[in-house]
């Protein structure tokens, strides 16, 4: 479980925003992991989203708490079905994108081909949802039709399991001693083991018409013998009445019909089905869960977003940051933020709107994911991809400045033109990643000493 949190970012007119939150990242990481060891954090990269209106942010923001719910819970359905089907399943085995959970937490990336960043935000959510309740319907759906199939499974191993008194009895009797006619039946007579002289000694009495002599034993077990006896039809009922007055169960036998597969081959059928079923369900699952990940995180990158603007005002300049408490520090770390990153002040929202204890109500912006985190292996690299992000990281670098009408909050730009082509956008934003991404991640897998060595040289 980790944090998704934004931090105010205090900038000059003269100095851009990118800058701001650079230092800001900067003094959170020396304050956080250098100084006290409270956490791991990893900056977290939102593009600069459609603003849209005032009242539309703080409609959203109320639409925004009642769907990251429906997504967690649906996450959580996904997750505990793989439990279920899988036990023994490793965490690791869970991708996102292709890559383990943490590692797309760590090195997040905006989906801009399925979220355009400059569709309007309330599309953007609508989008997310409609796909977080296909994969919950879809997910109903898969799960019923696995559950009637286990159903079926255990109906047709408790045919062949039990007493004799209870078990399923098709295909016990061989056809030369099953004798069904126009007026003869056979019936099968559960008795107890000690009781098989008694019966044998009066079930030829126990009713008129009763066939002599055609009682034989064809299986018994622990508790009871199984016999067979032939009897006219018409007496039938009375021979039931009696046999039961005495202490015999009798139980009809229905021969299996010609053509039907026996009892031992329906189950190995039906567990070949099963196992199938299951296999298809686990690996619905395991993609379902990447989906659902991927949209619930996307979801709170727009909370996110959201309730910063609300919080801290526009133009929206915040530095957002996932981040990992250790053990017992989460109330240290807490303070931490409070007392140096927060900012009592909100612009749009009142603090009375936000129930005491939640998330909300610290003095800065914080969501909780329901996500187990393990730290990135130590060889592994930021992915390639990032470096086709730069559109977005263009944006976040500060490059294209976003100034809103206060009097309209619509998404018009009225501030200074960008006047770099093409190709010195993109190096200028590769060359901010990898100061941004690479280089703090290299220093971050380097042995304490070798870090100490170094400060030791840039001093001398």
Not at 258 to 267: D, T, V
Request: with cysteine; glycine share 4%; proline share 6%.
């Amino acid at each position: 479980m980790y944090w998704l949190i934004s931090l105010p970012v205090e900038h000059s007119s003269h100095e851009e925003e990118e800058t701001a939150r650079g230092r800001t990242w900067r003094e959170f990481k020396r304050q956080a992991e250098e100084q006290q060891d409270l956490c791991m954090s990893y900056r977290f990269a939102i593009p600069d989203l459609r603003v849209g209106t005032l009242d539309s942010l703080l409609t959203l923001s109320d639409d925004l708490v009642k769907s990251c719910a429906v997504a967690e819970q649906t996450l959580a359905k996904v997750s505990r079905q793989i439990t279920e089907i899988n036990p023994d399943q490793s965490p690791d085995a869970l991708l996102v994108d292709g890559v383990p959970v943490d590692r797309y937490l760590t090195a997040f990336q905006w989906d801009e081909a399925k979220h355009p960043s400059r569709r309007p935000l309330k599309e953007t959510i609508e989008n997310i949802s409609a796909g977080v309740a296909i994969l919950d319907e879809d997910l109903k759906v898969r799960v019923n039709e696995f559950n009637v199939m286990k159903s079926n499974r255990s109906a047709l191993s408790r045919k062949d399991k039990g007493s004799l008194a209870v078990r399923d009895l098709r295909g016990v009797l061989s056809a030369d001693k099953y004798v069904e006619s126009e007026n003869l039946v056979t019936l099968l007579a559960v008795v107890q083991r000690h009781s098989k002289r008694d019966w044998l000694a009066m079930y030829e009495s126990l009713a008129q018409y009763v066939v002599p002599r055609s009682s034989e034993m064809v299986m018994e077990d622990a508790e009871y013998s199984l016999m067979t006896v032939v009897l006219f039809k018409r007496t039938m009922d009375a021979f039931k009445a009696a046999a039961s007055e005495k202490g015999f169960m009798i139980r009809e036998y229905s021969h299996m019909p010609e053509g039907e597969a026996p009892l031992e081959e329906q189950k190995s059928r039906l567990e070949e089905e099963f196992n199938t079923k299951k296999a298809e369900l686990l690996d619905w699952c395991n993609t379902a869960y990447s989906e659902a990940l991927g949209l619930m995180v996307h979801m709170v990158a727009v909370r996110l977003f959201v309730e910063s603007i609300l919080r801290y005002g526009l133009p929206p300049c915040f530095m957002a940051a996932a981040v990992k408490p250790h053990g017992k520090q989460v109330r240290k770390l807490r303070m931490l933020l409070a007392d140096n990153f927060g900012r009592s002040q909100v612009h749009w929202k009142d603090n009375e709107d936000t129930p005491p204890g939640t998330e909300e109500a610290y003095p800065y912006v914080s969501f909780t994911l329901p996500v187990e985190w393990r730290p990135p292996h130590p060889d592994w690299s930021p992915p390639a991809s990032c470096a086709r992000s730069c559109r977005t990281d263009v944006a976040a670098a500060g490059l294209m400045s976003r100034r809103p009408d206060e009097s309209t909050w619509v998404d018009s730009y009225h501030g200074r033109p960008d006047h770099a082509t093409a190709l010195d956008r993109e190096r200028v934003a590769l060359d901010r990643l990898r100061a941004r991404v690479v280089e703090p991640a290299s220093r971050r897998l380097e042995p304490p000493a070798a870090q100490h060595d170094e400060r030791r040289r840039g001093s001398a």
